[in-house]
């Protein structure tokens, strides 16, 4: 079992920045790969970002670039830090984990592959 709670949403600026913090409730961290995803109204779940155990990271592709993940596996957080922000970046985040197996650093893009997931916290970004 798992427990996320995501930190750091808020209203910016266009071209602002922002960091999402996931926090993680789990006895193994190291055994899930982390992902952000987001939501606008009226549009899908999408994929932003993964990290695997070791730190590897992987990025859809309009984030890259912009949008950079992180985890501290001693603190079990995962991170999103956000940077030129656009008001097409206005959603819900969301934090979620995907267990994997031990020593894999496999990353989905899928959010059905994601067993946990936040509670989400809103990005809003003002042109």
């Known amino acids: 079992q798992a427990q996320l709670v995501e930190y750091g949403g808020g209203l910016v600026q266009a071209g602002g920045s922002l960091r999402l913090s996931c926090a993680a409730s789990?006895?193994?961290?190291?055994?899930?790969?982390m992902g952000w995803f987001r939501q606008a109204p009226g549009k899908k779940r999408e994929f932003v970002a993964a990290?695997?155990?070791?730190?590897?990271?992987y990025y859809a592709g309009a984030m890259k670039g912009r949008f950079t993940i992180s985890r501290d596996n001693a603190k079990k957080t995962v991170y999103l830090q956000m940077n030129s922000l656009k008001p097409e970046d206005t959603a819900v985040y969301y934090c979620?984990?995907?267990?994997?197996?031990?020593?894999?650093?496999?990353?989905?893009?899928?959010?059905?592959?994601?067993?946990?997931w936040g509670q989400g916290t809103q990005v809003t970004v003002s042109s």
């Open positions: 979620a984990a995907d267990s994997v197996l031990s020593g894999s650093s496999f990353l989905s893009a899928a959010s059905e592959d994601y067993e946990y």
């Open positions: 789990v006895d193994t961290f190291l055994s899930y790969a």
């Open positions: 990290i695997s155990w070791s730190g590897a990271p």
